[in-house]
């Protein structure tokens, strides 16, 4: 299979599929999910919640920061993390714009 070219993409579609492809995992919806119970904690929390290694419990978290949805900020020796609304807000105009085309639509598919 061929390399991805994303370039031949808009900025707009390249940016949904970053954040879509960042939520494409249960446990990173566990931990978005684990953030909004919380609103702000370290890694060390996260590790306790959900049934996943520290290590694994990282990469996760580093996904999910690497695509925007979340930020994390150094406390000492801990990283606290907390949702990042701008990102979540992207991602609501768009399927907002997605349903509202279905709707004007008002045909039925296939």
Do not use: W
């Not at 684990?34 to 694994?56: F, M, R, S, W």
């Amino acid at each position: 299979m061929g390399i991805t070219k994303t370039e031949h993409f808009s900025e707009n579609q390249n940016t949904i599929a970053k954040l879509l492809k960042a939520l494409g995992h249960p446990a990173r919806i566990a931990i978005i999910e684990y953030l909004l119970k919380v609103e702000t904690c370290i890694c060390g929390d996260i590790v306790n919640e959900l049934p996943l290694a520290q290590p694994t419990i990282s990469q996760h978290l580093k996904e999910l920061k690497n695509a925007g949805l979340i930020k994390g900020t150094i406390e000492g020796n801990t990283i606290c993390y907390c949702i990042d609304g701008n990102a979540i807000q992207y991602l609501k105009n768009y399927l907002e714009d997605i349903y509202k085309i279905l709707q004007s639509q008002k045909k039925n598919c296939c």
